[in-house]
């Protein structure tokens, strides 16, 4: 039997993107090293012989710190055209929650859900059975909500571990209508970028053109939404200025050529590799360069496409439509400039700034695919999920939050209860600023028990300590363990989290229901 080949885990990264440079810091390392050797060989006095293997062990040392990142991190991706339906009872396999090492950063990106006027108004009002469901199982876990953005049906939601919130930075989101003319948003993406650690990255769901014969439609509205999306950041005003971008959705590219029997057969006998070449993204991805940039893992997986209403059969209704990997999870990486582009960039800035792409030389990102599949588990849909697993890592260019907020003394709705914070380094503060008050476990910023406004009179220096107050009827009665969130309305996120921290349950809490008080209520 034909079987498809085994597929490796996939790489890529920002110094790996030019083959050149690679090569450049190699030879450069090696030439240091040979410096190195010369220096012990021929100084005749130690302190000079000293300074020189310092020095010279500091700049191989650097170079091999552009290549090794240090850091790694865990993303879970999901792409799932759901069709108008409700969510199913458990998402357990969807979401990989006992995968180890442990997920990181939960991307979910939805298409078709269920967008009718009555179901989306009211969905403005409050949030969606969807998220509702996705943010009830990943906050017990520790998970927050930290954006999400919506356009009629399409739906993109970022969840990541609490510890990770201050490092979340300049968080915005967008979106594009391509549907009827660029009018209607039943088609088009949705996005949400944000800094990692500093490191800047977008994700984008899209729901592109139907039907068989419109590849080239896909292509276009593709590349329509990278050239109109935009976002107000200076260095990345546009979805590729990003070094990271994950691109995913319902993409709609079906298998030409191949009959439905042909297909089927393929399928069913786990060949799936006889599919890949009429594949209709793999045979567009040849005459487009900016697809290029793009890299998926092999489709080693049933096609997702169509399946009928609550079954694990594809479409046996009269259309008969062939199976097809629609719904697609695509990343790039920002290529690194030539030497010549870089002195180019160097002469229109009169050697005065750094690029982002020596920044990235600096601060590599390396992205690998560890897992790429369907989950044929669900049956709410004609399409089932596709996920992907993958390992970030990168070098950290900041390590402390940018504010430092803490609980003083004893808290207990008894008394007024105390906090300080702290602007630990410069950054756009704003007297809109707030701090929240939160029970461990909560599911997005706007999941507070109260808050407080940050002081009103004027902003505060780097390292000056204020103290707020917070009346003592806002303190729960119940109590429990809670933490404190720094919330920057410039930067839409929170960028300092206190320790957690016990509050005292009230006296005036006994013999009361704490449904009736939920809490906080009296």
Sequence with gaps: MDHAPDSPRLRSDSTSSSASQSSRSKAVLRQRLSQLMSCIEDMSSDDEADEEVSRSLDEAFQLCGRLVPTDAFRLHVVTWNVATAEPPGDVTSLLQLDVQPPTD?????????????????????????????????????????????????????????????????????????????????????????????????????????????????????????????????????HVLDHKVVFWFGDLNFRIDDHGLHFVRSSINSGRFHLLWSKDQLTLVKKNEPFLQEFEEGPLNFKPSYKFDHKSDA?????????????????????????????????????????????????????????????????????????????????????????????????????????????????????????????????????????????????????????????????????????????FSANMNSIVGLSENFQILESKRAEGLDPEDINGINK
């Design 314 to 486: 594809y479409d046996t209704s009269g259309k008969k439509r062939k199976p097809a990997w629609t719904d697609r999870i695509l990343w790039r990486i920002k290529p690194l400039l030539s030497e010549e582009e870089e002195e180019e960039e160097e002469e229109e800035d009169d050697k005065a700034s750094t690029s982002t792409e020596q920044t990235q030389d600096e601060y590599p990102v390396q992205v690998t695919q560890n897992s790429y599949s369907s989950d044929m588990s669900y049956r709410v849909s004609d399409h089932k999920p596709v996920v992907a697993n993958f390992t970030l890592e990168l070098r950290r260019s900041f390590t402390s939050p940018l504010v430092h907020v803490s609980p003083e003394g004893v808290w207990s709705a008894e008394q007024d209860a105390l906090l300080t914070y702290t602007v630990q380094e410069d950054f756009m503060s704003s007297t809109w600023d707030w701090i929240g008050l939160y029970k461990v476990g909560f599911k997005s910023p706007s999941d507070y028990e109260t808050f407080v406004w940050v002081r009103e009179e004027e902003l505060p220096e780097v390292h000056e300590v204020i103290q707020r107050s917070v009346n003592k009827d806002k303190v729960p009665l119940l109590g429990g363990e809670h933490v404190l969130g720094y």
């Design 105 to 237: 950063l939960y991307v979910i990106g939805l298409q078709e859900v269920n967008a009718t006027p009555l179901r989306f108004i009211s969905d403005l009002i409050a949030e969606d059975s969807w998220s509702h469901l996705l943010m009830d199982t990943l906050a017990p876990r520790g998970f927050v909500k930290v954006t999400s953005v919506r356009m009629q049906g399409l739906l993109l939601l970022l969840f990541a571990k609490h510890m990770h919130l201050p490092y979340i930075r300049n968080i915005q989101t967008t979106y594009t209508r391509t549907g009827i003319f660029g009018y209607w948003g039943n088609k088009g993406a949705v996005s949400v970028r944000f800094s990692f650690f500093g490191h800047m990255m977008c994700f984008v769901n899209c729901h592109l053109a139907a039907h068989m014969s419109n590849a080239l439609q896909r292509v276009d509205e593709f590349e329509y939404i990278l050239e109109t999306q935009d976002f107000d950041i200076f260095d990345t005003p």
